[in-house]
């Protein structure tokens, strides 16, 4: 059993459906929401929107780190830390995932600068590691080819650093905004902007997986849920950063309840995968590092906490 | 633990051995030796298994036969050389001429699943031009088979075995996406693409029959290196755990520990059965038709020893040609040291390969070879070290504790066809009381133009990517082909295009034995592709009645 | 010769994952070979055995591998190489007559059998039987090269490198089943394999060895 077509045309079939689906709602919702809309010079904004908002994307940020933090120290110590620098994703890593429960805990509306510092040195750190496995790839034999692409340092890995890194920062920005004003980042509602990186964000791991799962030659039909429910996603959340202003998004905001779940069901089909391989767990030392990377489905989630985030800002300051 | 697979035949009282579950067993129709089958096949490698399945899911009644016994390679497979042996083909047989061929482990399994049991599982295709190696390139002889029928089975084949291989194959004509992803390379692999780079030469991940993801019951490759001696995970996709499980849904019956001796022909010259030893006597089954695929040396020997007063030369042997033009392949190699260290043993042998000289035909010497990595084990090292360079005493012993920083390159060579190269029969008898098998082989000046040409390039290889100790292997031979070769006219030939005797119209070859040319690659992928067609052919024959 | 892999010992890994129940049984028979002869008689157990220290020199400082009792089991047990020489008898036979052919020639060459001459003057008979150049009616027509390339050196140095004391000189990674290897690039190992000494860390790799598996 190789390639069953069937599970990846009901997927095909379903990621067109949602999408024409997605399309359609918008102009009945919206006119739904137009008719009821009250005039936006009386709309009152919740003054702890912003707070609740940069929370959820230091819960969003850790989720992240947490996920980086268990696949890089797995992933380096199968590279026997051949490189001194494979030690950065774990310490910085930590770090973030440190800030990122402080942050959830901090209920005051100024960025803090330590955690700022932190977020910027993690998504600066995922950029230096992304350079790096990019380099990596092209000197071995072959280059840019498909085995190295399989085999060599995955370039998805230190980019979720480099998400979990923008998200903790994007959410200091967002905390730092005066109670009751809509949150700007770089001139952008706030919304939008986590919106956009959430959309590039899952696009993103949706291409590694089924990279990965490519390599895996799609043996089980499972593993092409991450390559059809995360592209949804990404296109509903993407509509949300890009489209016209909605007050209500049920559709996007099941969608990332959805991949947030998926998330940590992936781990779940990893436990699954390391069990089925020779010696199952009793063989962890090789097969937790040969098998399914236990850790690295969570990133979903983590990438989903922080769509629901924009979500929230989004419905919270409607005209942006 | 199991019981011995050695002791008592396991493929009895309506059931065999469950090859994926300890202790587990599948329902085995058994048929009767006095009502006549429709097949019978003698040998269940390469070219047995597929035909096993494809006869039986084709409706017919089908018993398989092997000398060899059933292995359950979960529980009776240990990570030792010398214990793993037991796979391997150890009764003797005579080798003599100019360049004796070394038998056992090198070409010979004994086992149900025949040498794919303990294969380095590289599957390969022909070069188009091979099947017309004469009239296309001018040596050796033409194949009856034409290359686009044998690219279709030969994507059949891929399937079954669930091949992992690269996306994008360097050579030949396009062919269908593998299966199964290539596997990572080794360090000895990864030395083998950066010399060929370094010479200007395409290389590919190797495609191999062991799995880089799960497949059914089987896990992937958990990068042991004891391929060559036996699978313990069932990753490796032999006959064992692929066709032979299907035949038996199909409802064919194995008969393992059960050593074809002679096939009895009737008065109208028509086969009418196999007399076999097993459980201690000699016993008859009747069977309306005859495959024997017991590969090179085995089926000529069968053949030769069923001789009789109306086929006195032996069974199908009108053209004089049974036993002889058998081909080997040339398997020498180059070795080095590196500083780094490379700890060859690990994953499959030859995980990476150049079939450049199979294509480039710009050479003084007919035929082709390609090279592959290497990762002999202790054992097999210390038989390179000693038989290469003489080592014994304090030397050898030093010399090997270099064995953690070696890196080699080993060819298959083609090698030309020449009927004094052959099979025949001694008068020495083995343990069953049948006649040995001698097998007599000289190489001929194009094969030696060959080797020493591959021996130049790989060394070239070696050195490009800094080995120093550089030395070669001058003598090694593998794969077996040749003594039964199909052909277009009964005169020049022992079977047709659909390997059916001309001779015995109910008597059938199917195994490397039918190979009119070897090729410059391993062989086993074009046997089961051949056995896969047979089965088809033979499906298409009864239905018209020409059975 | 030093010690390249110090403290690393195959059999500590025994009741690893790197094992399992089968190896464990073929590795204990192994090690269990009968010492005493079951094939060769007592004379020719003696020039076996000066044999066998000259094709494999084993080091003082440990239990030597039972080279001449692996022989004769072969020899005992009928374990067969799958193909033999036209010009050579069947094994048994060939290696009493090569053993009886090499006492003859040190008697010959240096006036006793072989097993009493000096390490230098047996190296030097084994050199001459490599390159052919011992005749003799002993050798009843068995051309005393092949019996040096098909029987001598590798019946004894293929039963050296079976042993696990070998693998530990060699640092070869042992048994490995269910558990295989992960890192299988150039100048990677896995914590289960055996770790080089480099100069002057031999203190150190032994304890690396030692807690590895």
């Not at chain 1, 779940?261 to 097969?287: C, D, E, K, Y």
């Not at chain 2, 067609?533 to 020409?546: E, F, Q, S």
Request: proline share 7%; charged share 20%; with cysteine.
């Amino acid at each position: 059993m190789t390639r069953n077509p069937a599970p990846l045309a009901i997927s095909a079939t379903a990621l067109l459906g949602l999408t024409a689906l997605a399309l359609t709602l918008r102009p009945v919702v919206g006119t739904r929401v137009v008719r009821s809309r009250p005039p936006v010079h009386i709309r009152m904004i919740d003054p702890g929107a912003a707070i609740r908002a940069a929370r959820r994307m230091n819960r969003a940020a850790g989720v992240i780190a947490a996920a980086v933090l268990a696949d890089s120290s797995i992933e380096h110590y199968r590279g026997s830390f051949h490189n001194k620098a494979m030690i950065a994703p774990l310490v910085i890593a930590s770090l973030s995932l440190a800030a990122s429960v402080h942050g959830n805990a901090d209920k005051r509306s100024t960025a803090h600068r330590v955690r700022d510092g932190i977020y910027a040195a993690a998504a600066l750190t995922g950029l230096i590691g992304t350079c790096f496995h990019i380099f990596n790839i092209g000197k071995k034999s072959g280059g840019f080819s498909w085995q190295n692409l399989f085999y060599s340092a995955p370039i998805g890995a230190p980019a979720a650093l480099i998400l979990s890194g923008t998200m903790g920062f994007l959410a200091e920005r967002v905390r730092d905004t005066t109670p009751g004003v809509a949150p700007i980042i770089a001139g952008v509602s706030a919304g939008r902007a986590v919106a956009a990186a959430t959309s590039l964000g899952l696009l993103g791991t949706a291409s590694e997986a089924a990279l990965l799962h490519f390599r895996g030659a799609y043996h089980d039909p499972f593993m092409y849920l991450p390559v059809t429910i995360p592209p949804v996603t990404a296109a509903l959340i993407g509509n949300a950063a890009f489209g016209r202003a909605r007050e209500r998004r049920p559709m996007t905001r099941f969608w990332l309840r959805f991949t947030a779940l998926l998330g940590f069901a992936g781990s779940g089909f990893h436990a699954i995968g390391i069990a089925r391989n020779m010696g199952g767990w009793r063989n962890w030392r090789q097969n937790l590092l040969n098998g399914p990377p236990l850790p690295a489905p969570p990133s979903f989630t983590g990438l989903a906490l922080a769509g629901l985030a924009a979500l929230g800002l989004m419905e919270d300051h409607p005209d942006d | 633990m199991a019981a011995d697979p050695f002791a008592a035949p396991r493929a009895a009282n309506g059931r065999a051995p469950d090859v994926f579950r300890h202790g587990g067993w599948v329902p085995m129709r058994e048929f009767s030796e006095t009502e006549a089958v429709d097949f019978v096949v003698v040998g269940t490698g390469a070219g047995g298994g597929p035909l096993l399945a494809g006869l039986a899911e084709g409706g017919f009644s089908v018993v398989g036969f092997d000398a060899g016994p059933y292995f359950r390679p979960l529980e009776d497979f240990a990570s030792d050389e010398r214990e793993q042996e037991k796979l391997y083909w150890t009764d003797e047989r005579i080798v003599d001429g100019a360049n004796p061929i070394t038998m056992g482990g090198k070409n010979s399994g004994k086992a149900v699943g025949g040498s794919t049991v303990h294969f380095a599982m590289v599957s390969l295709r022909f070069r188009p031009d091979w099947f017309k190696s004469r009239s296309v390139l001018g040596y050796g002889a033409d194949w009856p088979l034409d290359w686009r029928e044998m690219w279709d089975y030969y994507t059949k084949a891929e399937k079954a075995l669930s091949i992992s291989g690269p996306l994008r194959y360097p050579w030949g004509p396009k062919r269908p996406r593998y299966p199964y992803r290539a596997h990572e390379l080794n360090g000895a692999a990864e030395l083998l693409a950066r010399g060929a780079e370094a010479m200007g030469l395409k290389w590919t991940p190797t495609p191999l029959a062991t799995v880089s993801a799960p497949h059914g019951k089987s896990p992937p490759c958990v990068y042991r290196g004891f391929c060559r001696f036996g699978c313990s995970t069932n990753a490796k996709q032999s006959q064992l755990v692929t066709f032979i499980p299907r035949a038996l849904r199909a409802g064919a019956e194995i008969r393992d520990l059960a050593m074809v001796g002679r096939i009895e022909t009737g008065p109208d010259g028509r086969a009418t059965g196999v007399h076999y030893h097993r459980e201690g006597s000699w016993r008859f089954q009747k069977a309306r038709n005859i495959v024997v695929a017991g590969y090179a040396i085995e089926t000529p020997r069968l053949l030769l020893a069923s001789a009789t007063d109306k086929y006195p030369d032996g069974l199908a042997n009108s053209s004089g040609l049974v036993g002889k033009n058998l081909m080997t392949q040339s398997n020498q190699a180059v070795f080095g040291v590196m500083e780094q260290e490379v700890r060859w043993n690990k994953g499959p042998p030859s995980l990476a390969i150049t079939e450049h000289w199979n294509y480039d035909d710009r050479k003084d010497f007919a035929g082709g070879y390609c090279w592959m990595a290497q990762g002999p084990l202790p054992v097999e090292w210390v038989a390179v070290q000693t038989s290469s360079r003489g080592l014994w005493g304090l030397a050898l012993r030093e010399e090997m504790e270099k064995y953690n920083h070696q890196v080699g390159l080993k060819m298959v060579g083609e090698m030309l066809p020449d009927e004094r190269n052959r099979v025949t029969l001694a008068d020495e008898k083995d343990r069953y009381g049948l006649r040995v098998a001698r097998v007599t082989y000289g190489w001929g000046d194009n094969d030696k133009a060959l080797i020493q040409h591959a021996l130049g390039q790989m060394q070239m290889s070696l050195e490009a990517v800094g080995a120093t100790n550089i030395f070669r292997q001058e003598d090694d031979t593998n794969h077996l082909a040749g003594t039964a070769r199909m052909g277009a006219v009964p005169a020049t030939s022992v079977v047709s295009s659909d390997c059916r005797s001309w001779d015995i119209p109910n008597l059938w070859i199917c195994d490397g034995s039918v190979f009119p040319t070897t090729g410059g690659v391993n062989p086993s992928l074009t046997i089961t592709s051949i056995a896969m067609r047979t089965a088809d052919r033979i499906r298409a024959l009864a239905a018209r009645g020409d059975l | 010769m030093t010690d390249r892999y110090p403290g690393y010992d195959v059999l500590a890994r025994r009741w690893t994952e790197s094992w399992n129940e089968t190896t464990r049984q073929v590795i204990d028979q192994r090690l269990a070979v009968p010492r005493e002869p079951r094939f060769f008689s007592a004379t020719e157990w003696r020039t076996l055995s000066a044999v066998c220290d000259r094709i494999v020199p084993q080091p003082k400082d440990r239990p030597p591998v039972p080279l001449p009792a692996y022989v004769d089991q072969k020899m005992a047990d009928g374990l067969l190489d799958g193909y033999r020489y036209a010009q050579m008898p069947p094994q048994g036979e060939a290696w009493q007559r090569g053993l009886a052919a090499l006492d003859a020639a040190a008697k010959e060459a240096h006036g006793g059998p072989f097993h009493g001459l000096s390490a230098e003057q047996q190296d030097g008979l084994l050199r001459r039987m490599q390159q052919g150049n011992l005749i003799g009616k002993a050798w009843g027509g068995m051309p005393c090269k092949l019996f040096f390339e098909h029987r001598v050196l590798p019946d004894i140095t293929h039963a050296y490198y079976a042993h696990p004391i070998a693998w530990n000189e060699i640092g070869f990674g042992g048994p490995a089943s269910p558990r295989g290897y992960v890192r299988m690039g150039l100048d990677r190992r896995d914590p289960w394999e055996a770790v080089e000494a480099a100069l002057g860390e031999g203190t150190d790799t032994r304890r690396k060895n030692n807690h590895g598996g």
